[in-house]
Nanobody, 115 residues
Framework: QVQLVESGGGLVQPGGSLRLSCAASGFTFSTYTMSWFRQAPGKERELVATITSASGSTNYADSVKGRFTISRDNAKNTVSLQMNSLKPEDTAVYYC????????WGKGTLVTVSS
């Protein structure tokens, strides 16, 4: 059974940092493209960052480029999102996503950026 479990969310002040992690199980992690999405209150879910399975190439939403870094550890079946210089508009539930032919989703972790 596929499981994606996010952790690391919380309350942080503007300008601060958080590191989100996603622990994956139940599938061949190294063969899946992994992504982080987020959904703010009243808004559509949006793609934040992606890292491919083969080359580990990364791609970011314009709104987070230069501030967020996605990484993966295929030995530990984890994908992480390092978030720096956080802004109030980064407040959202962050979801881990695994995709090869179908999409798999975690339940999300809440990030709140507020003073």
């Amino acid at each position: 059974q596929v499981q994606l479990v996010e952790s690391g969310g919380g309350l942080v002040q503007p300008g601060g940092s958080l590191r989100l992690s996603c622990a994956a199980s139940g599938f061949t992690f190294s063969t899946y493209t992994m992504s982080w999405f987020r959904q703010a209150p009243g808004k559509e879910r949006e793609l934040v960052a992606t890292i491919t399975s083969a080359s580990g190439s990364t791609n970011y939403a314009d709104s987070v480029k230069g501030r967020f870094t996605i990484s993966r550890d295929n030995a530990k079946n984890t994908v992480s999102l390092q978030m720096n210089s956080l802004k109030p508009e980064d407040t959202a539930v962050y979801y881990c996503n695994a995709k090869r032919i179908v999409n798999h989703w975690g339940k999300g972790t809440l990030v709140t950026v507020s003073s």
